[in-house]
């Protein structure tokens, strides 16, 4: 235990010189960074959502510098095949037979973190190429199946606003992202220091704080982190409220959605605690742990039906009410 609490007080010092490294290319946003963090460490994948102009794209290859891991970037569009996500099989001579041969060509999912931009402008046959290695973290083409290196993290975008010429993303694809992650505007005094900063002579650039063998070691770490049966019962509790169709859900569940959240936002919730506790340097999770990240976790998976749209009534909003209703 001596040792874990050891490697808890090294995550937390590198936390903060992530957060100073980022910081040279992100202005603000220290929530987001912490959410993109938790994610990071317990070993999911990120939906991040905002509109144009919020430094999506930029906060992604910063963490990825910061990480010195491997990045790679696909830009989604209506034209993208799967193949241009996994790799192909290409028929190639071979020199000394002069033989022909298949030759797997690996495509940009073969990297650390791959930058998913704006994912749902491509068709659903191009984004459930992602969906086998998003869960088991390898792809298989004609039959062969090829490991990732870990660790392997899927971070996409999408713009909130500009919903034509998109495909809305599947509910399965959507459940593989641990958070869902939303940038909104920054503050005065943050905006006036992006314009200064993106209109004047270039900064220092990011420098890598970690590798990626501390990166796995601190999943280890996250993942033996014990969560007391309290904490567990909470978030299957709180997971269990959503479900507008079953006999468990709060009333405002039943009145606003059509469909609420699977198991794995129970694990996510818990997972996500266990992250967080660990990078405060905390042995072990608490309900409130839960509740920060309740939001994140839950947002993606809840379908709200044509009442909550005529009532106003938003995923966040319900959220915040079951956390409520979900007791210590």
Do not use: C
């Not at 606003?256 to 997972?271: K, V």
């Amino acid at each position: 235990m001596s040792n874990d609490l050891e490697r808890m007080e090294r995550l937390g010092a590198l936390r903060e010189r992530l957060y100073s490294e980022i910081g040279k290319s992100i202005v603000g946003q220290r929530q987001v960074i912490d959410e993109l963090l938790l994610t990071l460490f317990a070993g999911g994948h990120v939906l991040l959502e905002g509109v144009p102009g919020l430094a999506k794209t930029l906060l992604i290859s910063s963490v990825a510098r910061a990480f010195n891991l491997e990045f790679k970037r696909i830009q989604f569009t209506p034209d993208l095949m799967p193949s241009d996500v996994t790799g192909s099989e290409v028929l190639e001579e071979d020199q000394s037979t002069g033989q022909r041969v298949f030759q797997f060509i690996r495509g940009p999912i073969f990297a650390n973190i791959v930058l998913a931009d704006e994912i749902n402008r491509t068709p659903p046959k191009t984004q459930a190429a992602l969906l086998q290695a998003m869960q088991e973290r390898q792809v298989t083409i004609a039959g062969k199946t090829y490991d990732l290196d870990p660790p392997f993290f899927v971070l996409a975008t999408q713009n909130p606003i500009e919903q034509e010429g998109t495909y809305p993303l599947p509910e399965a694809q959507l459940d593989r992202f641990m958070f869902n992650i939303r940038i909104d505007y920054p503050e005065l005094a943050e905006e006036l220091e992006v314009v200064h900063r993106t209109t004047g002579a270039p900064g220092d650039g990011v420098e890598p704080v970690m590798t990626g063998e501390e990166v796995l070691e601190f999943q280890r770490l996250v993942r033996g982190v014990p969560a007391a049966d309290n904490v567990v019962e909470y978030a299957v509790r709180l997971t269990r409220l959503t479900r507008s169709r079953t006999d468990d859900a709060h009333p405002q569940a039943k009145e606003f959605l059509s469909w609420g959240a699977g198991p794995r936002a129970a694990q996510y919730l818990i997972l996500g605690s266990k992250a967080r506790a660990a990078l405060d340097g905390r042995p072990t999770p608490s309900i409130d742990d839960v509740r920060a990240v309740a939001l994140p976790v839950l947002r993606h998976r809840l379908v709200t039906n044509f009442h909550a749209e005529a009532e106003g009534v938003t995923t966040d909003d319900l959220i915040r009410e079951l956390v409520a209703a979900a007791g210590d």
